[in-house]
């Protein structure tokens, strides 16, 4: 069975960091790109950014790329979503998802941005 | 970028009916639109891929259609598992999810 399980989530204040994790299971995750995509609440999906199979291609939607780094490590089978400067337009339910068949999703992860 | 705009932004509709939502595109995506299922409090689940392209275990019911910058999913009679907000996502350049369709019970 394919599982996404993300963790790393929580309540962060405005300006501060937070790395978020996606730990894969029952699948090559080393042979799939992965992606990151949020939700803020009550909103629409805003995809984030793609990784591939050995982190050598890595893009961003163009507002987040100054703020978010993605990175895997293939070995622990886990994705990464590093996030900085924070700000309330940052709390969302943020997924990764296995990004070539658009298949697999995790159940999501909460973030809050607030003092 | 590309802009996804999607209609309409809530529809109420009863059981059997025939159900259409659209997503329209600021430009040429050719074939490469995605529609996804969300149910409150789940992730995404992929309904039609690459436009008309039926994924593994979605019931028959659901269909898409399009080209270039228009494009629909059909629910061709509904059922009340069916309630949910559905996205369409563009991947010709980048990615962009349309806004979201949400699909209540009349």
């Known amino acids: 069975e394919v599982k996404l399980v993300e963790s790393g989530g929580g309540l962060v204040q405005p300006g501060r960091s937070l790395k978020l994790s996606c730990a894969a299971s029952g699948f090559s995750f080393n042979d799939y790109w992965m992606g990151w995509v949020r939700q803020a609440p009550g909103k629409g999906l805003e995809w984030i950014g793609e990784i591939n199979q050995d982190s050598s291609t890595i893009n961003y939607t163009p507002s987040l790329k100054d703020k978010f780094t993605i990175s895997r490590d293939n070995a622990q089978n886990t994705l990464y979503l590093q996030m900085s400067k924070l700000g309330s337009e940052d709390t969302a339910i943020y997924y990764c998802?296995?990004?070539?068949?658009?298949?697999?999703w995790g159940q999501g992860v909460m973030v809050t941005v607030s003092s | 970028d590309i802009q996804m705009t999607q209609s309409p932004s809530f529809l109420s509709a009863s059981v059997g009916d025939r159900v259409t939502i659209n997503c329209k595109a600021s430009q040429n995506i050719n074939k490469y639109l995605d529609w996804y299922q969300q149910k409150l409090g789940e992730a995404p689940k992929l309904l039609i891929y690459?436009?008309?392209s039926l994924h593994t275990g979605i019931p028959s019911r659901f269909s898409g259609s399009g080209s270039g910058t228009d494009f629909t999913l059909t629910i061709s009679s509904l059922q009340p598992e069916d309630v949910a907000t559905y996205f369409c996502?563009?991947?010709?350049?980048?990615?962009?999810f349309g806004a979201g369709t949400k699909l209540e019970l009349k």
């Open positions: 998802a296995e990004w070539e068949t658009l298949d697999y």
């Open positions: 690459n436009t008309n």
């Open positions: 996502l563009q991947h010709n350049s980048g990615y962009t």
